[in-house]
């Protein structure tokens, strides 16, 4: 089975989040500049990545090339489990400490961030805070042992709203908090949020057919 969706109703860093524990290929349609990027993940790790259906062998470029698409990507992508063995290792790159950094370098687009009214909490455990987060997770973390949301938090820190989301958004990315199903005593009602798309199911004339044109595009083929 194969998940699409758009870049647009979903940032990379939410998608990589959820494909985090799965093992396949995710595919980024014309996520850079028109060109066409292939990831193959295992179990929250690289092992390989492909632009325009040519591999990228070198695991410093590697790295750079998911830096920008965290920053910059767009478009509809898909994800298609797959065995270990089907997938060429190049590297074993670790996404997380790439997803820490790019929360503190990288401009949050409006569009990916969270609705002042969603709720999250802190992640169980003690997470290791990355350097660029240490002050803002100093100043929120206490604020976080109950569920909170934006608009409560902006309140509490007497920071702009739109500042306190990106607070959210950026402390989520590090893994730092986690959505929770909950809601202030004072919202009884759900608070609305982006929805994204319902996942499609490939069927497998159309997979023979994304097969088929993947071929074309690496020339040889995977």
Do not use: C
């Not at 989520?172 to 005593?185: D, G």
């Not at 004339?205 to 993947?214: F, G, I, K, Y």
């Amino acid at each position: 089975m194969a998940l699409f969706g758009d870049l647009e109703d979903m940032s990379l860093t939410d998608v990589l989040r959820i494909a985090r524990s799965k093992t396949g290929t995710l595919y980024l349609y014309s996520a850079l500049g028109g060109r066409s990027i292939e990831l193959a993940l295992h179990n929250n790790h690289l092992l390989s990545l492909y632009i325009d259906g040519f591999a990228v062998q070198d695991r410093d470029r590697a790295t750079h090339t998911v830096l920008q698409l965290l920053s910059d990507a767009h478009g509809k992508f898909s994800f298609e489990d797959l065995a270990r063995d089907r997938l060429a290792r190049h590297y074993l790159l670790p996404l997380f400490p790439l997803l820490q950094q790019a929360a503190v370098q990288h401009v949050v687009p409006d569009v990916n961030l969270p609705h002042p009214q969603t709720m999250f909490r802190l992640r169980p455990g003690s997470p290791e805070v990355p350097a660029g987060l240490a002050t803002m997770w100093q100043q929120a973390s206490p604020h976080l042992k109950h569920v909170t949301n934006a608009e409560l938090l902006s309140q509490i820190l007497s920071v702009p709203q739109h500042d306190a989301q990106v607070m959210m958004y950026q402390l989520r990315s590090a893994a730092l908090i986690e959505l929770a199903h909950q809601h202030t005593p004072g919202n009884p009602s759900k608070p609305a949020q982006r929805q994204s798309p319902p996942a499609t199911v490939v069927t497998s004339e159309a997979r023979t057919m994304l097969q088929r044109l993947l071929g074309r595009l690496r020339g040889q083929g995977v």
